[in-house]
């Protein structure tokens, strides 16, 4: 079984320039989750989707940040201005229980904004 | 305010030994409680979960003690190999309400052989 794919694997900015992430979870699994980590700290949930639905986006930063999953396999998350603070490796997840019980975690994508 | 604290930021521990990995959380709600294995450069890994009905939880050399009353829970390694050094997360959530799973910041284990 395939685990999920996250690319790029690295991305460096200056500040103010857009990037966008891309996810394609598990195979069968109808939920999908990204979550932001700073270094030396745990993942910190921006949003998930059940399907194609937003289920929670309460944690996004709705100003710059927007996240889709047209079809309700692959995800994208975009930041359109980034800022230094937004520093932080990416990760998507997925899962196929609605229990939440095992999230399946990508490699990430660690970004640095200058 | 975090929800979910480890005490420790880095643990060592010799070959053999048994690291003990300690967890605490503030919300009442909170009911299920999983473990997650993070190495360099790569996502997190579920490792071992319980459930707030349990008070212990065992798979392998993995075990979890839970203490509802005093909202904590240790994870216990047994006869620690070097291939454990990875950084452990403690995560909690509540199958009530709006549901998210929160992290706690992590402990970074390394077993010197």
């Known amino acids: 079984e395939a685990g999920v794919t996250q690319s790029p694997r690295y991305a460096v900015l200056q500040e103010g320039q857009a990037v966008s992430f891309w996810c394609d979870p598990i195979?069968?699994?109808?939920?999908l989750y990204w979550y932001q980590q700073p270094r030396d700290q745990g993942p910190q949930l921006l949003v998930y989707f059940r399907d194609e639905a937003v289920i929670d986006n309460s944690q996004l930063p709705s100003d710059r940040f927007s996240a889709v999953r047209p079809k309700g396999t692959n995800s994208t998350l975009k930041i359109q201005s980034a800022k230094q603070g937004d520093t932080a490796t990416y990760l998507c997840a997925s899962s196929r229980d609605r229990g939440h019980e095992r999230l399946f975690f990508g490699h990430g994508t660690k970004l640095s904004v200058l | 305010q975090q929800q979910v604290r480890q005490s420790s930021q880095s643990l060592t521990v010799w070959e053999g030994e048994t690291a003990i990995l300690n967890c605490s959380y503030e919300n009442s709600a909170f009911d299920y409680f999983p473990w997650y294995q993070q190495f360099p450069g790569e996502g997190p890994a579920l490792l071992i979960a319980i459930r707030s009905v349990s008070d212990k939880k065992e798979d392998g050399r993995f075990t979890i003690f839970f203490n509802k009353r005093e909202k904590n829970l240790s994870l216990h390694i047994k006869d620690s190999q070097p291939g454990d050094s990875a950084t452990y997360f403690c995560a909690a959530s509540a199958s009530s309400g709006s549901w998210q799973l929160i992290f706690g910041s992590g402990t970074q284990l390394t077993v010197m052989p």
């Open positions: 195979s069968g699994h109808d939920t």
